[in-house]
């Protein structure tokens, strides 16, 4: 297999809420994150009106990594990392969004963890918000249904630019923006926008209402980065899944066409600047009144992303001819979805499909022609601690393995332009969907459980080792 490029940021990915801990220390306020509790694969988290004290929120303590950075950057390091995704809480920056000035404390802290990263030559990327908008945001304001939330997220990210101008080059505005377009799963509108759905209210239209407010939000913070620092790199965040019909069956494969505009719909605004055809006729057919205001486009046409970062775990497939389930899922179904009679599934149900890494890469960069950013891969599995303290996670090293193989053919076969690869959960993290600890995806293991007991010790998995020697070699060692 022939070499990536030598300046390939080989990394992993983390979020705030989900490594940090330390909710409410140093001044830091209440996010929506931190209203969560703990689910499960059929259980989902429920979304408190605030912080019950006989709840459990594993996302308060987390792991940790709030006290406990230096010692993880440390492993980080010796992974030979190149890059750390990672993500600003917005709340430890503005405590309730809309304070006069921000909290310095909080400031100081992500000073000091860019500085340690950079001391071991660790490139920070940094997503300005990862599901992370104050509550206060979200309860008095309805998040991003109400167009003052893009006022209060612009004076953040100007904040935040300015402050780190000299530390960060690599920027994301929106973690997975497009997850809302999955409207049905209040957990989705809550994360990414800070809405709910009252009675009576048309679903769709709240969700394209905040959408148009959030994509104002992301294109006037590229155009103020770009302001401040126009060497900074700002991309958009994606969840890709792509949508393959079951067969060969016309019908099935314009299914899948039509489907896939659930993917397409954000980064088709955030990279080409303007609202794709297929929507606006959807709007039109469907009577969705979206308070689009005159100087939006100009605002969006102006606000273009440098590149485009994206999570790929898994694809889905469709069939006209399947009925739709009413059993619950946590993750969301798609309309007529079915199971792929080719693909294997991980214990939560997520089809495991390299190839379908390759297809991914191939239909961006056909159809936007800016750089790729694989910032979200990994392999979510349940760990067994031997009696000599080592783990064996031989399925998770598998998993990334195929996945590289193909990340690589992109590159060297298929001349995808790809800037790097921050697998997720490069550490043990509080898992988003479910709140879970056992659902664990990182090559660093942390003595936590579901219930937040534990030691927090850190502890090397096979696949630590196994990833250093992928870094060293720049790929070539899989």
Do not use: C
């Not at 929120?57 to 992974?79: G, I, T």
């Not at 016309?250 to 719909?265: C, H, I, K, Q, T």
């Not at 440098?306 to 694809?315: P, Q, R, T, V």
Request: charged share 25%; hydrophobic share 35%.
């Amino acid at each position: 297999m022939s070499k990536l490029p030598e300046n390939f940021l080989w990394g992993g990915a983390l979020a705030a809420h989900q490594v940090e801990g330390g909710w409410n220390q140093d001044g830091k306020g209440t996010s929506v994150a931190d209203v969560m509790t703990v689910g499960g694969p059929n259980k989902p988290r429920e979304i408190t009106e605030t912080v019950e004290a006989d709840k459990f929120y594993p996302n308060h303590e987390a792991v940790d990594f709030y006290n406990r950075y230096k010692e993880d950057v440390a492993l980080f390091a010796e992974m030979g990392l190149k890059a750390l995704r990672t993500s600003i809480a917005w709340t430890r920056i503005f405590p309730n969004g809309d304070d006069a000035e921000p909290n310095e404390a909080g400031l100081q802290f992500y000073d000091d963890l860019f500085d340690e990263l950079l001391k071991h030559g660790i490139e920070p990327v940094i997503t300005l918000t990862h599901f992370e908008m104050p509550l206060h945001v979200a309860r008095e304001y309805g998040g991003f249904r109400n167009r003052k939330v893009v006022d209060l997220f612009l004076r953040f990210a100007e904040v935040v630019f300015e402050r780190y101008k000299d530390k960060v080059t690599y920027w994301m505005t929106f973690n997975e923006i497009n997850n809302m377009m999955d409207y049905t799963n209040p957990i989705f509108l809550w994360t990414n926008v800070g809405v709910q759905v009252e009675e009576g209210e048309n679903a769709k239209e709240v969700m394209y209402t905040a959408a148009h407010h959030t994509l104002l939000a992301s294109a006037l913070a590229v155009a103020k980065g770009k302001e401040i620092n126009p060497d900074f790199q700002i991309g958009a965040m994606v969840s890709h899944v792509p949508i393959y019909p079951l067969d060969s069956n016309p019908d099935n494969v314009m299914l899948a066409e039509e489907s896939m505009r659930l993917r397409y719909f954000f980064p088709d605004v955030q990279v080409r600047g303007k609202y794709p055809n297929y929507a606006l006729k959807e709007f039109e057919r469907e009577g969705l009144e979206i308070p689009i205001l005159e100087g939006d486009a100009e605002i969006l046409a102006n606000g273009k992303v440098d590149y485009l970062g994206f999570s790929y775990y898994m694809s889905n497939t469709v069939d006209v001819n399947s009925k739709d389930s009413d059993e619950e899922n946590v993750h969301g179904k798609l309309p007529h979805q079915v199971d792929n009679p080719y693909l294997e599934a991980s214990d939560w149900g997520w089809t495991i499909d390299p190839v379908g890494l390759r297809y991914v890469l191939n239909r961006f960069w056909d159809r936007y022609q800016i750089p790729l950013f694989i910032v979200e891969n990994g392999f979510g599995a349940v760990d067994t601690i031997e009696e000599d303290g080592s783990i064996h996670d031989e399925e998770r090293i598998s998993y990334l393995r195929e996945h590289i193989k193909q990340m690589e053919k992109a590159v060297n076969y298929d001349g995808v332009e790809l800037m790097g690869y921050t697998p997720w959960g490069i550490i043990d993290i509080v898992s988003f969907t479910t709140g879970e600890m056992k659902k664990r995806y990182g090559m660093i293991y942390v003595d936590r459980d579901n219930e937040g007991n534990g030691t927090l010790e850190r502890r090397k998995k096979d696949s630590f080792d196994w990833y250093r020697q992928v870094i060293e070699s720049n790929g070539e060692k899989l």
